[in-house]
Structure formats: C-alpha cells, structure tokens
C-alpha cells in the first residue's frame, strides 16, 4: 500500500503569517492527492484536490503544489478559522486510500 | 447540495456486528459517476478508509477489514450501508459516510457526513 508521510506533525504560526505542511507519499501517486481540514468534532472539509485544485468555496489563501511523491499545502496569511488538522490523502492507488497521520496546526 | 447522515447504534457488544447507514439527500446514489464510502477515526487518531460502493453497486474494501466487511447500497431509500462482524474496542471510532467524485477518472473525496461515534463495550 501507498504510505503518506506528513511533516511536521505539529506547527506553530502567528496569525497573519505563512504555513508550509508537507506530505510525502512511498511511491509515486502522479497528481492524486487531495488535502482535508478538520476541527474538532467536526467532519474534515476537502480544501484542494488534484495536488492543487481548490475546491468549491475555499479562499485562494490555501494553495496545493506537487505531483509524485513531494507535495505541499501552503496558506498564504493565517486566519484564526484555520487553526486546525490537516490531512493529505492520495487516491491515485487503491486499495486502500491512505491519509496522512495530520498535522495540528496551531497559534 | 448533497447531503449525508450517519446513523445507528451507538454502542456495540464485542463479537458482534456493528451496523450503520447512510442516508443520503440533495442526490441520488444509483446516478452519476460517485463512490459512496465509509471511513473511520479513532479518538485522537487519523482517518482510516474502510471501503467504497460505486453507483453501480460495486465495492472495494480496505484489505486490513476485507474479512470482516460488508457494505450494501438501497436504492429505493437512497441509503448505502455498513456491516462490520467480530467487533472489539480497537473498532471504536466515529464513523463517517461519505462521497467521493470523479475527477479524471480519480475520485477524491467531497462530501462528509457529521460521523458517529460507536463504541464496543460490554
């Protein structure tokens, strides 16, 4: 199965200033990583999909960037609402579809 | 705007089987290109995928639970379902239902239900 690796497990960042989660998959997964929010006790929300296509309704401040193994998710300014989990899943190879173990992102 | 719902015992003896349903608004599951999944989280932990029904009716299971799997889909409710036998406390989680769509022949996730938490316990 393909493992997804996610660094750091957990970063601390000012509002108003930039984060870089990264997420390494064991082998290639070509653009099929799709990147999830989740606060606490609510559903994850699907942010980016395809690496780095936003989905519907979310603020151009999340960017996706990757293909292969390396992939990125960066948000340009943090607002208080983005304090939270983040997940990459890839979807390229099943079975099964593996998440990332998260990174807590937090002030 | 596609709606899912979870719902079903929120506690189960060890040994037995755990039982749960989706019920789906805002869409139909037997139309367009969608898988229609079910996908677990521990207190704490990370998000584990269980298995997946296509629009179809076919299905695919995560090996780690294939021997103890079983989702079914009815259409006249609109619901898809999920079986799970030989429960213990390490199958303790909320479940979520969810839906994946075809983008390019790859299906990510993009719709959640609120999830369900079901504990094994005696």
């Known amino acids: 199965e393909t493992l997804m690796t996610q660094s750091p497990a957990t970063l601390s960042v000012s509002p108003g200033e930039r984060a870089t989660l990264s997420c390494r998959a064991s082998q290639s997964v070509s653009s099929n990583v799709a990147w999830y929010q989740q606060k606490p006790g609510q559903a994850p929300r699907l942010l980016i999909y395809?690496?780095?296509t936003r989905a519907t309704g979310i603020p151009a401040r999340f960017s996706g960037s990757g293909s292969g193994t390396e992939f990125t998710l960066t948000i340009s300014s943090l607002q208080s609402e983005d304090f939270a989990v983040y997940y990459c899943?890839?979807?390229?190879?099943?079975?099964?579809?593996?998440f990332g173990q998260g990174t807590k992102l937090e002030i | 705007q596609v709606q899912l719902q979870e719902s079903g015992p929120g506690l189960v003896n060890p040994s037995q089987t755990l039982s749960l349903t989706c019920t789906v608004s805002?869409?139909?599951?037997?139309?367009?290109?969608?898988?229609w999944s079910w996908i677990r989280q521990p207190a704490g932990k990370g998000l584990e995928w269980i298995g997946r029904?296509?629009?179809?009716?076919?299905?695919n299971y995560n090996p780690s639970l294939e021997s103890r799997v079983t989702m079914s889909a009815d259409t006249s409710r609109n619901q898809f379902s999920l079986k799970l036998s030989s429960v213990t406390a390490a199958d303790t989680a909320v479940y979520y239902c969810?839906?994946?769509?075809?983008?390019?022949?790859?299906?990510?996730?993009?719709?959640w239900g609120q999830g369900t938490l079901v504990t094994v316990s005696s």
């Open positions: 899943q890839q979807y390229n190879n099943w079975p099964p579809y593996i």
């Open positions: 805002g869409g139909s599951i037997s139309s367009g290109s969608y898988y």
């Open positions: 969810a839906r994946s769509f075809d983008s390019s022949g790859y299906f990510p996730i993009d719709n």
């Open positions: 395809g690496a780095s």
């Open positions: 029904i296509y629009t179809s009716g076919s299905t």
